[in-house]
């Protein structure tokens, strides 16, 4: 076995897929297994309480399906655009000085398109909460 770990193995060779295919095997016979267990094993009386919908104990009224407004989601898809483009700052804090001059302009050029978008969404009034 230890031999095999050792050699240099081909990725075309079929033979470097079987631990790959035996995991997959062994995962989806678990997941087999366990729901079958559970389906044989599992108790099978419905009853009232069991078809209740659970709530952390406070009683549920009105209809969930009620609803909502969109400024949550605008405000939560906005925030997830403006974080993912703050990560890209990270590489340029990373190697600045080996960037130079070219990798400041083109931050420079970054940091100005990124206002730009955070402009128009302020004149879009998207996050105006009050209407």
Known sequence: MLHL????ISTSNADSYLPVAIQVIFAVGLVVLLMVLT????PKRKTS??????????????????????KYFLTAILFVLFDVEV?????????????G???FWAVLMFVGFFLC?????IKKGALDWEE
Not at 5 to 8: E, I, R, T
């Open 5 to 8: 770990l050792q050699a240099n």
């Open 39 to 42: 389906h044989l094993l599992g």
């Open 49 to 70: 309480d069991k078809l209740e919908t659970f709530a952390s104990g406070i009683e549920t009224h009105g209809d969930a399906r009620q609803p909502m407004a969109i």
């Open 87 to 99: 990560i890209f700052f990270y590489p340029y804090a990373v190697n600045f000085k080996d960037l």
């Open 101 to 103: 001059w070219s990798g």
């Open 117 to 121: 978008g955070f402009i128009y969404i």
